[in-house]
């Protein structure tokens, strides 16, 4: 699964967003489509502003990375114990799948950092 993130100034692209997001092997595709309303309390709504806050969603990015990271992490070592806890299992046989799981925890680590620094350069783009 890809997780995308983007911080932009741009109006956002309906159209675009959809058709970034469908592919035959999805099941469906959710969108909240919001607008705002001509008046509150009583008073005329002329605009919307928002801000986005870059250093904000940097930081955010990194702490759903670091998360990822642990997840990653967690699953290892719940697999490695798993292995030490089948009594079929040679300790040849175990040793290899521990060197197994090291390296797809390395290569998932290794691709959350990829993403992380992607992200973190688009956001520079903005």
């Known amino acids: 699964m890809s997780v ?10 309906l159209a675009g967003l959809l058709a970034f997001v469908q592919a035959p092997s999805l099941g ?9 309303r001509d008046h509150h309390a ?6 919307l502003e928002y801000e986005a806050y870059q ?9 759903i990375a670091e ?6 992490r967690n699953v290892r070592r719940d697999t490695v114990q798993h292995l030490k806890d089948l009594k079929e299992v040679g ?25 992380l620094r992607h992200k973190e350069a ?3 783009e903005v």
């Open 67 to 72: 998360e990822g990271r642990v997840a990653v």
């Open 91 to 115: 300790s040849d046989d175990e040793r290899r799948a521990e060197d197994r799981v090291q390296k797809l925890t390395d290569d998932h680590t290794k691709t959350i950092d990829d993403l």
């Open 4 to 13: 995308h993130v983007r911080v932009q100034a741009e109006p956002l692209d």
């Open 122 to 124: 688009e956001i520079m």
């Open 28 to 36: 469906g595709v959710a969108v909240f489509l919001g607008t705002v």
């Open 55 to 63: 250093e904000m969603a940097e930081a955010e990015m990194r702490k």
């Open 42 to 47: 009583g008073r005329a709504v002329v605009r």
